[in-house]
């Protein structure tokens, strides 16, 4: 299994609040992502980042944001959680961009998120 | 339309059985495909990548027909252990950007 971790792994919050998940990687890959999950939808790309301190928009990215410092550590934060923002979350990396066959992503065990 | 659609089922098959997920995608441009397993609670993980040529891993056939914009995914001799959401995922072109299908759910029964 590839080495992705994911703290916390479960998370109260209240609404207005601060919350910051963090993804650990020890594969050295260039791209990491962040999913949300929620019933009747695939995964949704909120961020990802294509190197240190590169980071863009996903589709759902709003009420998120992320940094990454170092190649093994993707922060995402939601700056004042709400209850729409109960979800699983996910964090994937991948080694290619992803032209051809390649881009095959790999993620982590998942971060579960409710927002009272 | 959503760019990627897959029947949510559940399939509900005998174990020995064999079963087949179709998905389609509406970018023509879409230019890598998956098929991803996720149980459940757990994260998605990689199946099987898919290849114009179509590919086989062992009982799990993935074929790709771009003329149609569909994929698909066989499973022969269906074992308890298979019993999971099946993901069809595709890379739209956008970098490495992926879209993913909201999954077809499979039991297999004794």
């Known amino acids: 299994d590839a080495g992705i971790t994911q703290s916390p792994r479960h998370k109260v919050t209240e609404t207005g609040t601060p919350v910051t998940l963090r993804c650990h990687q020890t594969?050295?890959?260039?791209?990491m992502y962040w999913y949300r999950q929620d019933p009747g939808h695939g995964l949704r790309l909120i961020h990802y980042?294509?190197?240190?301190?590169?980071?863009d928009k996903g589709e759902v990215s709003d009420g998120y944001s992320v940094s990454r410092s170092k190649t093994e550590d993707f922060l995402l934060t939601l700056e004042s959680a709400t209850s729409s923002q109960t979800s699983v979350y996910f964090c994937?990396?991948?080694?290619?961009?992803?032209?051809?066959?390649?881009?095959?992503?790999?993620f982590g065990p998942g971060t579960r998120l409710t927002v009272l | 339309r959503k760019e990627v659609e897959q029947d949510p089922g559940p399939f509900n098959v005998p174990e020995g059985a064999t079963v087949a997920f179709n998905c389609t995608y509406s970018?023509?441009?879409?230019?890598?495909f998956f098929w991803y397993r996720q149980d459940c609670r757990k994260e998605p993980k990689l199946l099987m990548s898919v290849y114009s040529s179509g590919n086989e891993d062992g009982r799990f056939t993935a074929q790709l027909n771009r003329a149609s914009q569909y994929i698909s995914l066989l499973i022969r001799d269906s074992k308890l252990s298979d019993s999971a959401t099946y993901l069809c995922v595709v890379n739209t072109g956008g970098g490495n950007k992926l879209t993913f299908g909201t999954g077809t759910q499979l039991k297999v029964e004794l």
């Open positions: 970018n023509s441009a879409s230019q890598s």
């Open positions: 980042s294509y190197g240190v301190k590169d980071t």
């Open positions: 994937a990396i991948s080694e290619t961009s992803g032209s051809g066959q390649s881009g095959e992503q790999f």
């Open positions: 594969e050295n890959h260039r791209y």
